[in-house]
Nanobody, 119 residues
Framework: QVQLVESGGGLVQAGGSLRLSCVAS????????MGWYRQAPGKQRELVAD???????NYADSVKGRFTISRDNARNTVYLQMNSLKPEDTAAYYC?????????????WGQGTQVTVSS
């Protein structure tokens, strides 16, 4: 089993920055991707960004150029640096770990951390 614990959410003014962190613990397979999803009230959960254990990244168009995802494999930690935040970035942000390769389809989720951007 894998546990994910997020931190770093909060309230920030438009144009500001926040950094989210997510630490994974438990029995973690090496072939994985870690990422961040978000869900605003009344909307579906959407991918923000993810990163493979080899370092390849993928971003939603809405955050390209503003958000940067990174990971520390030795610490099983993924980060999301969020700059130039906009009110439309307001959402609950969820950390995700998914396996690739033979265990593809296995997903783990954190409890979520709230990000609120005021105008």
């Amino acid at each position: 089993q894998v546990q994910l614990v997020e931190s770093g959410g909060g309230l920030v003014q438009a144009g500001g920055s926040l950094r989210l962190s997510c630490v994974a613990s438990g029995s973690i397979r090496s072939n994985n991707a870690m990422g961040w999803y978000r869900q605003a009230p009344g909307k579906q959960r959407e991918l923000v960004a993810d990163i493979l254990n080899g370092g390849s990244t993928n971003y939603a168009d809405s955050v390209k150029g503003r958000f940067t995802i990174s990971r520390d494999n030795a610490r099983n930690t993924v980060y999301l640096q969020m700059n130039s935040l906009k009110p439309e970035d307001t959402a609950a942000y969820y950390c995700n770990l998914r396996y690739t390769g033979i265990l593809r389809g296995t997903n783990y989720w954190g409890q979520g951390t709230q990000v609120t951007v005021s105008s």
